[in-house]
């Protein structure tokens, strides 16, 4: 059983391309967190949201708790944002997406 | 500061040795987390911790124990290793966001 679903697995882009990387869960959730994972292995958190919008640079979490959805917005791609972006939910415990892996191509 | 450090970065393990995995975070958090990382699997938690001297068992506990006896250092025993056991661990720590260590690669032969 999947509590939390990524889409796409996947996903080359040009620079400069607009992205977007969606995540579904099925369990109530006290937050939601978009991670980054780079090829080197280390993990850093991007954006924590319970409700709404958050923007941090060129990128855009957005979340609706009705629908139990949450997207990743990356604009104006650079070569450097190729990494595994993570989705994971919190309720008492943490439930993970098994990665949507981008690279973007120059 | 370090942020969380985790030791050993690597280890091999025969089936049924023991080892301890060390967390360490100089955050001052309250909640602390262990998770292993298989391929095609994505993290899964395995034991956490919302203070010291507190632990619960997260998804994948079978196998594992841990221990809390200092705020800032969570610990990760494997008493008898199992080849089903490598993975790659990875300690995180929080008050709201995550905060991770850099992961330690273990394989048991």
């Known amino acids: 059983k999947n509590e939390v679903e990524q889409s796409p697995q996947n996903l080359t882009a040009q620079e400069g391309e607009f992205i977007t990387i969606n995540c579904s869960y099925s369990?109530?959730?006290?937050?939601l967190h978009w991670l980054q994972q780079h090829p080197g292995g280390g993990i850093v958190s991007l954006f924590m949201?319970?409700?709404g919008k958050k923007k941090h640079g060129r990128l855009i979490a957005t979340i609706n708790i009705q629908e139990k959805h949450s997207s990743l917005h990356i604009t104006a791609s650079h070569p450097r944002d190729s990494a595994v972006y993570i989705c994971?939910?919190?309720?008492?415990?943490?439930?993970f997406g098994t990665g949507t892996s981008l690279t973007v191509i120059p | 500061n370090a942020g969380v450090t985790q030791t050993p970065k690597f280890r091999v393990l025969k089936t049924g040795q023991s080892m301890t995995l060390l967390c360490a975070q100089d955050?001052?958090?309250?909640?602390m987390y262990w998770y292993r990382q298989d391929p095609g699997m994505g993290l899964r938690l395995i034991h956490y911790?919302?203070?010291?001297?507190?632990?619960a068992k997260g998804e994948v506990p079978d196998g594992y124990n841990v221990s809390r006896l200092k705020k800032q250092n969570f610990l990760l025993g494997l008493e008898s290793a199992a080849p089903s056991q490598t993975s790659v661990y990875f300690c995180?720590?929080?008050?709201?966001?995550?905060?991770f260590g850099p992961g330690t690669r273990l394989t048991v032969t």
């Open positions: 995180a720590s929080s008050r709201g966001e995550q905060y």
């Open positions: 369990v109530g959730i006290s937050a």
């Open positions: 949201l319970s409700s």
């Open positions: 994971a939910v919190q309720d008492h415990q943490f439930y």
């Open positions: 955050m001052n958090h309250e909640y």
């Open positions: 911790s919302v203070g010291e001297g507190t632990t």
